[in-house]
């Protein structure tokens, strides 16, 4: 009896292995690797790195390099909002291919951060993902034009004396260049320099000039340039450098109650203008020499809010 049970448990582990065996045959093959996405990005500068930097109005060019064990069926982008899917057709890929390169063009049309995801679907319904992100920002302010050496003199009986000063031509003008020609120049007047007993030295508007009657003169136009002194530091004025950095500074400064003439001057002051059509600047005073003989002058610069 012993013998037989020793025989069947032999013959039962034999039956066990094979039993094993059968079912190792059995079992699934290992599924393709799920798709991997390489995405890299560029503009007409160079290479764009996830999360670098851009501004706005740049063209991104982004590519997605597929890799799909399983087969190559599509890719999709998306910034949250929209999206664009492009497939094995659209990108002529044959039925188990098994890589992809897709492009896309964006462009940047405000500041903000672009934070783009991609999916690649292979044919076995498998997907995969990436991500990269742009930052686009504001295009930074461009040197705002500055106007230097500007010399005026005070006024002479000789209406010789340059002592007017035009901003759009950055130019000065005597009255005699105003007078003494047909073409039209009184309009391109904007201020002018003058030394009095008890104003100093000092700029007007031609509607208040106080010194000659202009209207008189025939100047057919008398412009209203407001002009009025500032808390600006001749240090501070310095700082303003962008075009932004001026408008910031125009923008604290109320003009409602000033008028075309300021008096009293001295090196160092800044002072503010605007002229008919508008447009507003600084003047910092430099050098004042003299008074009001032929040897009277001031010197000034002026910072304006436009572009160098």
């Known amino acids: 009896m012993k013998k037989v049970f020793q025989k069947l448990l032999l013959l039962s ?64 982008i998306s910034n949250g909002s929209d999206s664009d899917t492009q497939t094995r057709t659209d990108l002529g890929v044959e039925a188990g291919g098994t890589s992809a390169t897709a492009v896309w063009e964006i462009e940047t049309d405000q500041a903000g951060t672009i934070d ?22 504001e295009p930074p302010s461009p040197p705002a034009k500055v106007q230097t050496a500007i010399l005026l003199a005070a006024p002479t009986g000789d209406l010789m004396s340059q002592t007017f000063y035009s901003v759009s031509e950055n130019k000065t003008y005597s009255r005699n260049d105003v007078e003494s020609t047909s073409a039209s120049v009184s309009n391109l007047i904007d201020f002018g320099y003058y030394y009095g007993a008890s104003d100093m030295a000092s700029l007007s508007a031609p509607d208040e000039y106080p010194i000659w ?16 002194v500032t808390n600006i530091t001749a240090a501070e004025y310095l700082e303003l450098v962008t075009v932004e950095d001026v408008a910031s500074a125009l923008d604290e400064i109320d ?3 000033s008028n075309g003439t300021v008096t009293g001057l001295s090196e160092g002051m800044v002072l503010v203008f605007e002229l008919a059509d508008g447009d507003q600047g600084l003047i ?20 304006l809010e436009i572009a160098e």
Request: aromatic letters at 4%.
């Open 13 to 76: 582990i034999v039956g066990s292995i094979g039993f094993l065996y059968s079912c190792g045959d059995d079992e699934d093959p290992i599924p393709p690797a799920i798709p991997t996405i390489n995405v890299s990005a560029s503009t007409a500068d160079g290479v764009l790195t996830d999360g670098g930097e851009v501004i706005v109005g740049t063209t991104v060019t982004i590519t997605a390099a597929v890799t799909s064990e399983g087969g190559f069926n599509a890719v999709t």
């Open 116 to 137: 783009l995801t991609f999916e690649a679907v292979d044919d076995e319904n498998q997907t995969g993902s990436a991500s990269f992100s742009i930052v686009v920002a």
């Open 213 to 228: 009657d202009l209207a008189a003169a025939g100047w057919g136009t008398l412009n209203e340039t407001i002009i009025e």
């Open 255 to 257: 003009l409602a109650s």
């Open 284 to 303: 910092l005073v430099g050098a004042i020499t003299g008074t009001d003989g032929s040897d009277g002058t001031i010197a000034l610069e002026v910072k």
